[in-house]
C-alpha cells in the first residue's frame, strides 16, 4: 500500500475460477455450409382460416350462383369449400389461399389461381379435387 497525502491506493487481485469440460479445452464446433438452410428448424406456422390452406389441400363441395339485385351484370357467386380434416369455409372471386386465390365461380366448380401463374388456372370440380385447366381462354 502506498500512501501520498492522506490517500490510499492499492491493488485488489480478483480470482475466478474457470471450470473444465470433460471434453478438454478443445470444443468440437460443427460446420455448416452458410448458403443451405439450418437443419432441424420448424417450418412458420400457416396464418388461420382460409389463407392457411393451399389450393390442392381443398375440395368444392358446391356453389352457390345468384344475380345481383336489379338484374344487371353477371351473376356473380360463392364457393363451399372443404378442407382434407373437416373444416369448411365459404369463399367469394378474390378470396386469398396460402398459395393462391378464387378467381371466380362457376357452374359445376371454382376457378382458382395460384400466385406466379397467370398464364395458369385450376378448376375445381364440385365434389372432384382441383386439377389444371391449361392456359387462359381454354374454354371455361
Known sequence: MVTRSG??????LVF???????A????????RDPFSWPTGRAAAPRPPGLAGVEISEITVR???LFEEPGGAGRPRGLALLETGEGAGFV???GDRLLDGF?????VGGGVFRRFGEADREVFAA???APEA???LGSGR
Open 102 to 106: 378464387l378467381e371466380r365461380v362457376e
Open 24 to 31: 478438454g479445452s478443445r470444443q468440437e464446433v460443427e460446420v
Open 16 to 22: 475466478v475460477p474457470t471450470c473444465r469440460s470433460d
Open 133 to 135: 385447366a391449361g392456359a
Open 62 to 64: 358446391g356453389v352457390l
Open 7 to 12: 490517500a490510499v491506493f492499492g491493488v485488489v
Open 91 to 93: 369463399a367469394a372471386p
Open 126 to 128: 364440385v365434389g372432384v
